[in-house]
Every structure is written in C-alpha cells, then in structure tokens.
C-alpha cells in the first residue's frame, strides 16, 4: 500500500499523488482511481495510464514497476 496521499492541482483537476518518481514527479490518481503520471517536463505533463491502480500497486510491491525506465520512457 502507497505511504501518505498528497493532492496536486494541475489545470483545474485534482490529483493524488501515492508513488513519488523523484524530482518532482509522480504516480497519482484521481477520484475515480484512475492512474496517471505527472511528470513535469514531459509532453504532456499529465498522462492518463493504461492500467488500474490496483495493478500499479501490485507492480510497485513486487518491485516489477522500474521508475527509472519509466521516467526515461516519459520522454
């Protein structure tokens, strides 16, 4: 389970933010625990993700989730 949730407004939406990518960005999710990253000079900043918050936590906890090849892939 993802430590503390902290809210990012972005564009007038509301985000959560549960899994910190380093310098600035995040995996977060919004009222409906959709997934998206955040991550600030990527185009677009914001990206709605392909999979369900369940799945990314699963990933995240069985250390199948690579943050650096996905913030690399970001851009």
């Known amino acids: 389970m993802p430590g503390?949730?902290?809210?990012i407004e972005f564009n007038g939406r509301v985000y959560?933010?549960?899994n910190d990518l380093e310098d600035g960005?995040?995996?977060a999710v919004n009222?409906?625990?959709e997934v998206y990253s955040l991550v600030h000079d990527a185009k677009p900043m914001v990206k709605k993700?392909?999979?369900?918050?369940?799945?990314?936590l699963s990933d995240l906890q069985t250390n199948k989730f690579d943050k650096?090849?996905?913030?690399?892939?970001r851009y």
């Not at 503390?4 to 809210?7: A, C, L, N, P």
């Open 16 to 18: 959560y933010a549960f």
């Open 49 to 56: 993700q392909n999979t369900s918050f369940d799945e990314i």
């Open 31 to 33: 009222e409906k625990l």
């Open 68 to 73: 650096q090849q996905y913030i690399k892939d």
């Open 25 to 27: 960005n995040y995996l």
């Open 4 to 7: 503390d949730f902290f809210e």
